[in-house]
């Protein structure tokens, strides 16, 4: 219902639907508003009697293989059954068509995450599977062949003339000489839209900044990891480490708190995975070690994430410990993966 007048609007205001009457008798039931713009079509966002902002990242689900004469009367009561709905937004064709996929929202993170499990492979009509995986907003991008002699504070004030809506740069150091980045930079935006607007300008590959032609794609985005997962974890991540320090030196500088809490560390080229038997003296060591100064390098201590099996082979280092296996990559990624 677009205002009081429980009609579905397009760009120029004309109702359009192959079957309005359905849509109108959904909307008419469940008192969403329905309004078509940019090539989709969105139910709800807000629903009605929603008071507060949209509902935090990792309640979104991608929706594929959706029967091309399949609308929102038909869909959005197989998806209420994983829980609320805050926003159902079917891409469209000009032909009135979709386009065989959507995105939807939901209220809470538990009834994205019911949805996948309820729906993913579901046969929706007969011989008709759809494909139901989480959706991650990517609002950052990988920026490649950037000066290695460029500062974060250079990159950013570059990337603020050319692009709108930058929050942040992530730039890393090399590893063998802490004064240069790596040829490469993290470009952080407000917004997945600001990000794809940035994309859409600076990816025909004769974008320039000091002189060189810049890659630009989607950096990866970070799996988000739940939180009673993220609460057993006992293996701290530990980057920006000179190549020359060794695992001895920071089982020391990592037990020096507590003689004995070190389990193992496993170092690769300039980051390293600190193990320890107790989960209590992981967080410990986060706070004290984040920071600090280990060999004339400033380093940088978060908990380990754990990602699942089939996530190892194209990311590379990885290191086992009980049932987790952690990634050990830059945050953000590689290049590739954005919605």
Not at 47 to 55: A, E, I, K, L
Not at 84 to 90: D, N
Not at 201 to 210: A, D, E, S, V
Not at 298 to 314: D, F, M, Q, R, Y
Request: aromatic share 8%; proline share 5%.
């Amino acid at each position: 219902m677009d205002g009081d007048g429980g009609s579905v609007t397009g760009d120029d205001g004309r109702t359009e639907s192959p079957n309005e009457a359905a849509l109108l008798a959904l909307m008419e039931t469940t008192g969403y508003s329905m309004v078509q713009e940019n090539g989709q079509r969105k139910f709800g966002g807000p629903p009605p009697g929603w008071d507060g902002p949209p509902p935090p990242r990792g309640c979104e689900v991608f929706v594929g293989k959706i029967p091309r004469d399949m609308y929102e009367d038909e869909l959005v009561p197989v998806f209420e059954r994983a829980g609320r709905i805050y926003e159902f937004r079917l891409m469209m064709e000009f032909s009135g068509e979709n386009r065989g996929y959507a995105f939807v929202m939901y209220t809470t993170r538990e009834a994205a995450q019911r949805s996948i499990h309820l729906l993913d492979n579901h046969e929706i009509r007969p011989g008709k599977f759809i494909g139901v995986c989480v959706s991650l907003d990517n609002c950052r991008l990988f920026i490649g062949s950037i000066p290695k002699d460029k500062t974060k504070e250079e990159i950013l004030v570059e990337m603020r003339k050319v692009t709108e809506g930058v929050v942040d740069v992530i730039v890393y150091p090399s590893a063998t000489d802490k004064t240069k980045n790596r040829g490469f930079a993290f470009v952080e935006y407000d917004s997945h839209k600001a990000a794809a607007m940035a994309r859409r300008k600076l990816i025909p590959g004769t974008f320039q900044l000091w002189g060189h032609t810049i890659q630009v794609d989607w950096a990866e985005p970070e799996k988000d990891v739940d939180e009673e997962t993220m609460l057993r974890v006992r293996v701290l991540y530990v980057r920006n480490l000179m190549m020359t320090t060794t695992e001895e030196t920071l089982r020391q500088e990592f037990s020096r708190f507590k003689p004995g809490t070190v389990e193992r560390v496993k170092k690769l080229t300039d980051y390293a995975f600190v193990h320890y038997h107790s989960r209590e003296d992981a967080v410990t060591a986060l706070h004290l070690m984040n920071g600090a100064l280990i060999d004339g390098a400033t380093i940088e201590v978060t908990l380990a994430k754990p990602v699942s099996l089939n996530l190892v082979g194209p990311y590379g280092d990885v290191s086992s410990t009980g049932n987790f296996l952690f990634q050990g990559r830059e945050d953000g990624g590689m290049m590739g993966g954005g919605k």
